[in-house]
């Protein structure tokens, strides 16, 4: 992880002149839908093996000093990191190091069709910014055969890392080939240590639906076996060919009224008003 620093009060640089924000972004849809995956599943939900607080956000600009120009990855991450609550304030909008106390701890670039030099001059800057992990994803292999370079900071520069996991922080990244916002293709994603993917709020959602088709049924399967002992016992004869009718209900509800009721039925034909009404 980056190591936290701390300025005391009247250290505090004056940030008025300086350009915080240019409103120019200029990314393809792909790239704006890889950055949102990138920070989105922060913010879905899910289960973070991550340290709290922490910023995951995309295309906002990293100052380290007043004196320099920012630098705006597609993606960053920063852990326990302490910022105001109103974050309309100017000195919270961009990502200020004396504001937040440390430089991120994982920061990425996703090459475009028209690369930027994120194994160039973008290598230099972010370790100058001391920056302990840079990613570069390549999706369209504009700059070699690897789709995936990570580099850990070693000293005052970066040397290639044979992983994209990032154990101090607790985290990792993979290549996940599925569908994102009705587009398939090969994303990168977060993941847990163990490699397994951060779920969105969309896949959390569709595993609660999954979860919730598997209780009815389960719910189900138990109110047709008390409405078979109830049918045996009521109408012994006609049980076999009830059961067959009511083995066609899917609503778990109105299964639950006529297993509620069946003890007090007194005929067939009131069996039946429950679930022909």
């Known amino acids: 992880m980056s190591e936290t620093s701390t300025i005391l009060a009247h250290e505090y640089p ?14 393809s849809f792909i790239n704006e839908k890889q ?4 920070t989105t599943v922060f913010y879905s939900g899910a289960e973070l093996p991550i340290q709290k607080p922490f910023v995951a956000a995309a295309n906002v600009g990293l100052f380290a000093t007043p004196a320099k120009a920012g630098i705006a990855p597609d993606a960053f991450l920063s852990l326990g990191i302490h910022a105001g609550e109103d974050w309309w304030q100017r000195k919270v909008r961009s990502y200020l190091f004396w504001e937040f106390g440390k430089p991120p701890d994982i920061v990425i670039e996703v090459i475009s069709p028209t690369p930027g030099n994120e194994l160039g001059s973008k290598l230099t800057d972010y370790a100058d910014l001391r920056i302990p992990y840079y990613v570069v994803c390549d999706p369209l292999k504009k700059v070699g055969e690897n789709t995936l370079r990570v580099f850990e900071l070693r000293g005052r520069s970066y040397v290639p890392k044979s992983n994209s996991k ?4 607790n985290i990792g990244l993979t290549l996940w080939t599925g569908t994102f916002e009705d587009i398939n293709a090969t994303w990168l994603r977060w993941c847990y240590p163990d490699g397994k993917v951060i779920p969105t709020g ?5 595993i609660k639906d999954v979860e919730l088709s598997q209780k009815d049924v389960e719910i189900r399967e138990t109110l047709l076996l008390a409405i078979k002992l109830g049918l045996n016992l009521k109408f012994p004869e006609e049980s076999e060919a009830l059961l067959s009718e009511l083995e066609a209900i899917n609503e778990v ?3 639950k009224a006529i297993a509620s009721n069946i003890a007090t039925i007194n005929s067939v034909e009131q069996l039946r008003e429950i679930y022909n009404r």
């Open 253 to 255: 509800g109105l299964l």
């Open 35 to 38: 950055q949102r995956l990138l």
């Open 202 to 206: 969309d896949e959390l959602a569709a």
């Open 166 to 169: 990032f154990p101090d922080c």
């Open 14 to 27: 004056d940030t008025s002149n300086m350009i915080l924000e240019d409103d120019e972004p200029l990314d």
